[in-house]
């Protein structure tokens, strides 16, 4: 698991990158032809990762009800994002994953609620979870670089 960790750090640096380097305005740009913008991808991985590692294992999340609801996946951008919650997300990025680490490291995960993804994956523990969320950031990752090109 410590490679799937590593991995998940490395992309939560890449998408810090991104919020460090594009304007409030960039970020909540969404461009013709796109239902969502920067800020929502970078949310919705954060929220994603929640979601499946501990909704999955009937854990409590450690994102308010409101950024689930804002980033969960059906959900679009609303309004534009202040710079308040652009600074909340980028802090959850690598608080989130702190916790799981530290959670799985201590045995916290003790059950998991199986079930396929929406892409087909079958999610049977929460190591599957916490891989198969690693392939969910690289997907929006490449969404986001196809957005950066009509910002």
Do not use: C
Not at 37 to 44: D, F, P
Not at 83 to 108: A, H, P, R, W
Not at 113 to 123: I, M, P, T
Not at 125 to 141: M, P
């Amino acid at each position: 698991m410590e490679t799937s960790f590593k991995v998940t750090r490395t992309s939560r640096e890449i998408y810090t990158e991104w919020l460090e380097s594009y304007t409030l305005e960039q970020l909540n740009k969404i461009p013709q032809g796109f239902n969502n913008n920067l800020i929502w991808n970078i949310g919705h991985i954060m929220v994603s990762q929640q979601i499946l590692v501990y909704g999955g294992a009937g854990l409590p999340m450690d994102v308010s009800e409101e950024l689930l609801a804002k980033y969960r996946r059906g959900s679009k951008p609303e309004t534009d994002v202040t710079q308040e919650e652009v600074n909340e997300i980028k802090n959850l990025l690598f608080s989130t994953i702190e916790k799981t680490e530290d959670d799985y490291k201590n045995g916290v995960f003790t059950t998991y609620n199986a079930r396929k993804s929406e892409l087909g994956f079958e999610l049977s523990s929460v190591e599957d979870a916490i891989t198969f969320n690693n392939y969910h950031e690289g997907i929006h990752l490449g969404i986001m670089m196809q957005l950066k090109k009509f910002i």
